[in-house]
């Protein structure tokens, strides 16, 4: 199978040092998508903790039935099992907060530009880096598949649409390391999934503003129910975008995002 290999689990286990505890980590050469497996591996009962990695997956899945695409050794894919504790924040904003986790973790690593674009995109330089695509197992909110497609360069094999709007790490970041990304992101999620257990979005607000690519900006936002403009002013501590359009001040919990001419 060309250029897919696994990661080395001894390099991946050490990058992640203590955090290493936490995650219980399964690297696989080829699946349909990690997030179906990881799925059904939680209805089963797995841990929290739980990570599949991916090097192909054949059927990847991204938000709003879209077909992820990712190529063996030029990109990261891999699904994390998280459990919340009872009494801890439901997962209403969830996929807010591990946008912010994957941008602090690539910002460790010396990264530096990485933007949000809402719900959970990971941008670098106006291009997309990242998604994030995050399912709740049905019939237990407080468990989630948290599904993670990373660019590390941008691989030959994209289809001409997809590659007009997407980038890679290796522009944000000399040489990147599968095995020091991944450890990175997966200890940042850990913690920042401690703090969203316990404080919910609203004490990762901030962090995450300070962080989104369309902040005060002229958008577009299309969905389900049409298009909507005006300006993007925030997310509310529950999530929604918060859009002042000429009917005022909107809250939007789904659609797209594209900036608009002004
Ligand atoms: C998006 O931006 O639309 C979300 C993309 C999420 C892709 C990841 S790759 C690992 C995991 N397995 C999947 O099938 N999808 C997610």
């Known amino acids: 199978m060309e250029n897919a290999a696994h990661l080395d689990r001894t390099e ?12 219980d980590i399964d690297l696989l050469i080829e699946c349909d998508s990690s997030n179906t497996r ?26 709003r039935g879209r077909t992820w695409f ?4 030029d990109s990261l894919a891999f699904s994390l099992l998280w459990r919340f504790p009872e009494r801890s924040q439901a997962p209403a904003a969830l996929s807010l907060a591990v ?4 941008a602090r973790g690539l910002e460790h690593l010396g990264a530096r530009g990485i933007q949000l674009k ?14 994030v695509l995050v399912e709740l197992l049905p019939g237990d909110l ?9 660019n590390l360069r941008l691989p030959a094999s994209l289809p001409a649409e997809v590659a007009a709007i997407a980038t890679g790490l290796d522009r944000a970041l000399e040489a990147p390391r599968r095995e020091t990304v991944l450890a990175a992101l997966l200890a940042e999620l850990a913690s920042t999934l401690d703090r969203y257990a316990a404080g919910g979005f609203a004490v990762l607000r901030a962090e995450w503003l300070a962080r989104h690519a369309h902040q005060n900006l002229p958008v ?8 909507e403009t005006g300006t993007c002013v925030g997310v509310d501590e529950d999530g929604a ?8 001040l909107r809250r939007i919990i789904s659609g797209e995002v594209s900036l608009r001419q002004a």
Do not use: M, Y
Request: with cysteine; net charge positive; hydrophobic share 40%.
């Open 12 to 23: 991946l286990l050490a990058a992640l040092g203590s955090a290493a505890r936490r995650f």
């Open 142 to 150: 407080r468990s989630a598949v948290i599904g993670v497609g990373l």
């Open 99 to 102: 946008g912010l986790a994957l």
């Open 38 to 63: 990881l799925l059904e591996r939680a209805e089963a009962g797995a841990p929290s903790g739980s990570v599949i990695v991916c090097e192909r997956q054949t059927a990847g899945r991204g938000r």
């Open 241 to 248: 975008l918060l859009l002042s359009s000429a009917t005022g």
């Open 118 to 131: 809402w719900p959970n995109d990971l941008q670098h330089a106006g291009r997309k880096l990242g998604g």
């Open 220 to 227: 577009r936002i299309s969905g389900d129910g049409g298009e």
């Open 70 to 73: 990712s190529a063996p050794g």
